[in-house]
């Protein structure tokens, strides 16, 4: 059975989308997680429906995350 933890560690050095419960998406490289899904990101960009900007590293809590993606996103999200 796959756990969220092996998932980060098959996502390590991919770009993930995460979906934040403020209704944030944070897209940018995974460097690592933990058993918390604490996350380590870098290259970040934050989207909101206002604005994007450009943060560099940053460390997520997990309890924060409500999705995460591979960089094609979500399933059918393609047109």
Do not use: C, F, W
Not at 10 to 32: A, F, H, P, S, Y
Not at 69 to 75: D, M, V
């Amino acid at each position: 059975m796959s756990t969220p933890s092996s998932l980060v560690d098959r996502l390590v050095q991919q770009r993930v989308e995460l979906r934040l419960k403020d209704n944030r998406v944070i897209v940018g490289r995974l460097l690592g997680g933990d058993e918390h899904m604490n996350l380590v990101l870098d290259d970040v960009e934050e989207r909101t429906a206002e604005m994007t900007r450009r943060l560099g590293r940053v460390v997520l809590r997990g309890s924060n995350v409500i999705s995460l993606y591979a960089a094609g996103g979500p399933p059918g999200s393609s047109p």
